[in-house]
């Protein structure tokens, strides 16, 4: 069965920073390309960040600079280190696996940006 899980969300004030994880299980984590999407209320999930199987990285408009996306094969798990973090950066953050037409998701982890 696979498994994504996320972790780290929580309340943060603006400019703070918060460290997101992902850990897989079920799959040969290192054979997928990896990422984190974002949902705010009243909004389409984005995608925000991508980490590919050779570890090239691509980032949103909005997130450039501001957040890394990182990942360790050894230990199935991809981070999300987000920097300066803004209001509009509340959301619910989900972390997606895909490779060859197969695609996972995880529950989802919420993090609110507020002072």
């Known amino acids: 069965q696979v498994q994504l899980v996320e972790s780290g969300g929580g309340l943060v004030q603006p400019g703070g920073s918060l460290r997101l994880s992902c850990a897989a299980s079920?799959?040969?984590?290192?054979?997928?390309?990896v990422g984190w999407y974002r949902q705010a209320p009243g909004k389409q999930r984005e995608l925000i960040a991508l980490?590919?199987?050779?570890?090239?990285?691509n980032y949103a408009d909005s997130v450039k600079g501001r957040f890394t996306i990182s990942r360790d094969n050894a230990k199935n798990t991809m981070y999300l280190q987000m920097n300066s973090l803004y209001v509009e950066d509340t959301a619910v953050y989900y972390c997606?696996?895909?490779?060859?037409?197969?695609?996972?998701w995880g529950q989802g982890t919420q993090v609110t940006v507020s002072s």
């Open positions: 997606n696996a895909r490779f060859d037409g197969y695609n996972y």
């Open positions: 079920g799959i040969i984590f290192s054979t997928y390309h």
């Open positions: 980490i590919t199987i050779g570890g090239s990285t």
